[in-house]
Structure formats: C-alpha cells, structure tokens
C-alpha cells in the first residue's frame, strides 16, 4: 500500500505560478515511478506529467510542455509539480499517482496503482 496526499493548489491569476507536492509512505518511494493527472468539470482525467522512479526520465503533455516542470525528491518522499504561466484552461482538480514499475513511464492512467485525494487549482482569468 501506498499513501499519497497532494498539497498546494489553490486560486491563482491567469500568468501566475503554483508549486503542487505529493508527499508519499508505506512503500520505498525511490522504487515508484510517479505522475500528475488533473480532471476539469465535465471531463475525462487526463495526463500532465510524469517521472522515472530515478528522476533522470520525465515526460508532459503538449498542453504543459514548456510551463510546467515535474521533479521528485526522493529523500523527503515527495514529488513536486512547479507549474508557471498558468491558464484559465488549466484549472482542474490535479491528482499525483505512482506505480511499482519505476523506470518506465507511462502516461495511461490505468496503469497507475494508487492515488492520491486531489488539490483544486483554479486559474482566474
């Protein structure tokens, strides 16, 4: 089993910044390979980031590449989503997940076993 509790999100002007963690126990957090998913009202969860369980690999999706970065610290057990240049398009409930198979990263939320509760983001325009 593994916890996973997500922590900073919140109301921000569109241009603005948040930094998301997701602090996680009860299983060896440098053996997890981690992502970010957000759901917006009305639609599907989809994928935002992930990384290797090293760190040394990541991956984001179109719609972030280049405003958000993921990265992991694996001696505080936490994993971090630094998120600049917020739009309105990015408000949504953001989710960190992780699964045991730590080097490969994947971007199908399927293949992630556990979940953390979610943190509300919401960028004013």
């Known amino acids: 089993q593994v916890q996973l509790v997500e922590s900073g999100g919140g109301l921000v002007q569109a241009g603005g910044s948040l930094r998301l963690s997701c602090a996680a126990s009860?299983?060896?957090?440098?053996?997890?390979?981690m992502g970010w998913f957000r759901q917006a009202p009305g639609k599907e969860r989809e994928f935002v980031a992930a990384i290797s369980s090293s760190g040394g690999n990541t991956r984001y999706a179109d719609s972030v590449q280049g405003r958000f970065t993921i990265s992991r610290d694996n001696a505080k057990n936490t994993m971090y989503l630094q998120m600049n240049g917020l739009k309105p398009e990015d408000t949504a409930v953001y989710y960190c997940?992780?699964?045991?198979?730590?080097?490969?990263?994947?971007?199908?939320?399927?293949?992630?076993?556990?979940w953390g509760q979610g943190t509300q983001v919401t960028v004013s325009s």
């Open positions: 997940a992780c699964r045991s198979l730590g080097v490969v990263i994947v971007t199908n939320a399927k293949l992630y076993q556990y």
């Open positions: 009860g299983r060896t957090f440098s053996s997890l390979a």
